[in-house]
């Protein structure tokens, strides 16, 4: 992948002065619409909602309801969630699903079972390479079916706002894919007829973007887009001026990696994807991601500069990938697995992250629980 622009010494200094130093962001404030979801039952709002923003962005006005119906900064519970008074926030976290095969159900069956044996999720995080080989040209595109609505179409999970970045099979150099489709697919009413999706489980309301769920913000990036200066500064912002107990930064590519993408992921690196997804997560408690398909927990301290955050792969979601013999594993690492299709489910508590990858048997094959 051919990326010719590089970011400069003067943005890698306000990058991290932006972590540092920016005030508070007003809500609203800035290009781009609000997108949040309202807290768990018995949670009481805190602070501004999320707002989207980027290319293409879309939605409801700020201060107005997602096209979920979920009100923003307010109500009693979290879209779609069986909810129960306590400050407990679940979500799932799935990568590289769009294959629409046997792998891809099997791990949507399991991530219903748990979301019903835990009394409900509140929402469902997607890694990017939402479509294989190539993402969707339209809002129509006969993909969105098999690949996306019919494989998640589960009693735990019906109801779910399912929030969406981009991959390279997505959109980019090595995809026929259009980004501006996966957005515009957020905005139609539900339906059966021409002009309409199936449910309103898809969000995407811009490339990126971000999203509150109670005391847990998401901020989801594209990092197939990461020659502009432009989203590393707004999102870098967005995660400084956030007073969420928990900060999670989501995006396609790793920054780190033991899978079979190790060696091309250092190149895109050294493009300036690294300075860009650094800029965002820096401050934030973990960066989750996919591309690799298989699934890997770093602990905090591997970047040394956002000595914090903590590293997960969940890029699993309907196929593995073999490493390579030859590739070392990442210093920090956890956990590492690449025989299975899997999920990743997140359970934050006010001062606890359960953290569990969770496999097409149901298995709970790997967990942690992170404390702060």
Known sequence: MAHLCRFSDAFRSFAVLALCALPAVASGAGCGVADSVTPPVGVAPEGAGGRSSGEGSGGAPSGATDEGGAEVDGGAEVDGAVGEPSRVVRIIAIGDTGEGNLAQHQVADRMSEKCLAVGGCHAVMMNGDNFYDHGVLDAGDAQWGPKFEQPYDRPGLNGLPFYAVLGNHDHGPSSSGVRQAQ???????????????????WRMPAAYYDVRVGHVHLFGIDTVDFTSDEQAVDMSARV?????????????????TSGAHAADNQQLGLEGMFAMQRAIYCGADMYMCGHDHNLELIDKGRDELCPDTYFAVSGSGSKTRPRLASA?????????????????????????????????????????TITK
């Open 183 to 201: 957005i515009d697919y957020s905005l139609l009413p539900v339906g059966d007829g021409p002009g309409t999706r199936m449910t309103d489980k």
């Open 240 to 256: 400084a001026a956030s007073d969420a107990r928990w900060k999670i930064v989501f995006g396609h590519h790793p920054r780190y």
């Open 328 to 368: 070392p594993n990442e210093p920090g690492q956890l956990f590492y697995n690449d025989e299975t299709e899997a999920f990743a489910y997140l359970e934050f508590e006010e001062s606890a992250l359960r953290f569990e990858f969770i496999d097409t048997q149901g298995a709970v094959i790997y967990a942690k």
